[in-house]
């Protein structure tokens, strides 16, 4: 789950970590109201979106009295903001960040995720931090210093050293770098993050070290225990069927094609989404609908595949075990009463009860519904039949 910039900064306030003053805002008034309180010459107004590269795209613009604070809020509210993290269709601004614009003498940038090779939290830095760092990344590698973390003992003072040493912090804020990455080291475990970043983290030209930017994403799975972190979900900035998929206890992740599938299990869900694309199909989603399935659950996931307008066809690739295909197969007759079948359904049922699952299917006699035997079978047809489809669509467009 991520949350928006402002919110990242009350929480790494919450742990010790100095973030320039500054609150949300809705309307370029709202903007205004909150700059004229600043200690500050210049006032930054931030496009509050679930994505970076926000600089780069006119997203964050630093203004010089109350007149530049109002002008760019009502340039920035409402617009819908592309950047390279958004994809083309970009993503609507509807809250701005209106905060005290900080006298930058460097910056740097700060990080922990999880490295899943080592299975440990790992802390990456750099000198070259702002809005750069990607190329950084890409172009020089070496200039990104890490610190893997032993989960037993934590992040070690000596590890926080030698990052500051690293990035080369000047000795009146060596104290204060390593003391904010053990800030952020300690939020990052107790707050189930999955990321943690300052791009860029500051050093001020009066020796502070701040926060400028603050990104923190978390651990689906572990959102139960954070109420107060679940209460920040801003649904505007989430796709609507991942959502819909969350409540429904599916775990879903949109892909963009337009073969959907509907499978059980994560690793057969991979394998799915893989063989789609070895038939020349794009896969539409990622979708596990778990091992507990009801009638209901079922239906459900199609009312979600069928919502995305590209999906041409669906593919239901089951290979029962606790799950079981009568149950499967009800569900889909259950979706086809419920919210109809708008493409082709290619259904694969196998294990479990299948001659029950593939009993019930023929009986419902829907025209829309293809069973096969094989996986191999369902996904070349599946691939096919939206092929047929999508040209049909196309066709239906121009005549
Ligand atoms: P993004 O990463 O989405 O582009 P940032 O919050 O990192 O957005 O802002 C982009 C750049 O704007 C930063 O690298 C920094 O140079 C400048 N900036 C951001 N916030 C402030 C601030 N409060 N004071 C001064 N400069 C800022
Ligand atoms: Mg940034």
């Known amino acids: 789950m991520k949350i928006h910039e402002y919110q990242a900064k009350q929480i790494m306030k919450m742990y010790g970590i100095s973030v320039p003053n500054g609150s949300p805002a809705f309307s370029p008034e709202e903007a205004a109201r ?7 010459p210049i006032a930054v107004v931030k496009a509050q979106i679930h994505a970076g590269g926000r600089g780069k795209a006119g997203g964050v613009k630093l203004a010089h009295n109350i007149d530049e604070v109002k002008y760019y809020a009502s340039q920035i509210l409402g617009k819908v903001l592309v950047t390279h993290q958004t994809g083309p269709e970009g993503k609507m601004v509807n809250r701005l960040l209106v905060e005290e614009g900080s006298n930058i003498e460097k910056e740097y940038y700060l990080g922990f995720v999880i490295d899943r090779e080592t ?4 802390m990456m830095g750099s000198s070259e931090g702002g809005m750069e760092i990607e190329k950084v990344a890409a172009e020089m590698p070496d200039r990104i210093f890490k610190e893997y973390i032993d989960p037993t003992i934590g992040l070690m003072p000596f590890q926080t050293k030698r990052m500051a040493y690293n990035l080369k912090f000047k000795d009146k804020v060596i104290a204060k770098a390593q003391k904010c990455m053990m800030d952020l080291y300690n939020l990052f475990v107790e707050k189930d993050c999955t990321l943690a970043e300052c791009n860029p983290l500051v050093v001020t030209v009066d020796n502070k070290v701040m926060a400028l930017d603050a990104k923190l994403q978390f651990d689906d799975a572990a959102i139960f225990r954070h109420p107060e972190i679940e209460a920040l979900r801003d649904e505007a900035e989430e796709d609507p069927k991942e959502r819909a998929a969350a409540k429904a206890s599916l775990s879903y992740v949109n892909l963009g094609g337009d073969v959907a599938c509907m499978v059980n299990g994560a690793g057969l869900a991979m394998a799915t989404v893989d063989i789609i694309k070895f038939y020349g199909g794009e896969p539409a989603n990622f979708l596990d609908v778990g091992g507990d399935s009801t009638v209901e659950k079922i239906a459900e996931a199609f ?3 069928q919502s995305d307008d590209q999906v041409c066809s669906v593919f239901v690739n089951i290979f029962g075990g606790i799950n079981k295909c009568d149950v499967i197969a009800g569900g889909i007759v259950e979706a086809a009463k419920v919210v109809g079948l708008k493409v082709p359904v290619i259904a694969r049922l196998d294990g479990t009860n299948h001659e029950e699952g593939r009993r019930i299917l023929k009986e419902a006699n829907l025209p829309m519904v293809h069973a096969v035997q094989k996986m191999e079978e369902g996904a070349e047809l599946a691939v096919k039949l939206a092929a047929e489809l999508k040209a ?8």
């Open 34 to 40: 909150i700059a004229k309180d600043f200690d500050t």
């Open 119 to 122: 299975a440990q939290v790992v």
């Open 303 to 305: 009312r979600i595949m």
């Open 392 to 399: 049909k669509r196309a066709e239906g467009k121009e005549a």
